[in-house]
């Protein structure tokens, strides 16, 4: 069965650098859309970035733009998001999830991880 893996959440200080990975098994990764979405405190689910399969073309949210980088690993069928810049705001619960659109909306992906937390704090 298809599975989403995340890693490297962590506590981070406001400003510095932190790289998430997701690792894929059980799906064709270079024809999937993948993305990233995070869910804050009390908040609902957002859409943070994605990237198409064959194009490597990107899509992101304007409250991260210019801080992080989508990209995607064919070899390896793994997932990254690098954080930049990072803001309190930015504390969630981070999602990688796979899907066949490129798209914000989180209901056009099909496949989902489990989350890894990311805390932004001195």
């Known amino acids: 069965q298809v599975q989403l893996v995340e890693s490297g959440g962590g506590l981070v200080p406001p400003g510095g650098s932190v790289r998430l990975s997701c690792a894929a098994s059980g799906l064709t990764f270079r024809t999937y859309v993948m993305g990233w979405f995070r869910q804050g405190p009390e908040k609902e689910r957002e859409f943070v970035a994605a990237v198409s399969g064959f194009s490597g073309m990107t899509t992101y949210a304007d409250s991260v733009k210019g801080r992080f980088t989508i990209s995607r690993d064919t070899a390896k069928s793994t997932l990254y998001l690098q954080m930049a810049r990072l803001k309190p705001e930015d504390t969630a619960v981070y999602y990688c999830?796979?899907?066949?659109?490129?798209?914000?909306?989180?209901?056009?992906?099909?496949?989902w991880g489990q989350g890894t937390q990311v805390t932004v704090s001195s």
């Open positions: 999830a796979a899907g066949t659109v490129r798209t914000t909306m989180s209901s056009n992906y099909d496949f």
